[in-house]
């Protein structure tokens, strides 16, 4: 089933290329005219997907994404997952600080032939900034 595919597909997404740095497997897993849901956070699509995993992983080099729950339907995966890791590079314009971030964000991944074709995250940014000293908790 392809409901099956999309949800290994995000899983792996998030353990194998944000978290082992294997990004290598954008090339199966994303489209190479995906989008960036609504915000525009990166670039579309494969190269700008590439190139924002490539800021993260400058900004938290340890960085540590861990899916929590997965749901599926249709050609859509929400994705709820934990991320934690070391700033060390800038992040959403504060230099890095050293601390140490560990907060939740929620996605929504569009597949057609199973391949993303559009990704919208929604980070916990105030718990992030709070973390980093940025805003006050």
């Known amino acids: 089933m392809s409901v099956d595919i999309h949800k290994d597909i995000a899983r792996r997404l998030y ?4 978290t082992e740095g294997r990004a290598e497997l954008l090339d199966t ?3 190479e005219e995906s989008t960036d ?3 525009a956070a990166w670039a579309s699509g494969r ?7 490539e800021g993260l992983r400058k900004s938290l080099p340890d960085v540590r994404a861990t899916v929590t729950d ?3 339907e249709d050609d859509r995966v929400v994705v709820f997952w934990r991320i934690q890791g070391t700033h060390q590079g800038e992040l959403w314009g504060v230099p890095a600080t050293g601390r140490t971030i560990d907060a939740t964000s929620v996605s929504l991944i569009t597949f057609h032939d199973n391949q993303i074709v559009n990704y919208s995250v929604l980070p916990d940014r105030l718990t ?10």
């Open 15 to 18: 353990e194998e290329v944000v």
């Open 29 to 31: 897993f994303v489209a």
């Open 37 to 39: 849901g609504p915000r």
């Open 47 to 53: 190269q700008g997907f590439r190139d924002h995993l």
């Open 70 to 72: 997965l749901v599926a």
């Open 128 to 137: 992030i900034l709070s973390q980093l000293g940025a805003v006050a908790a």
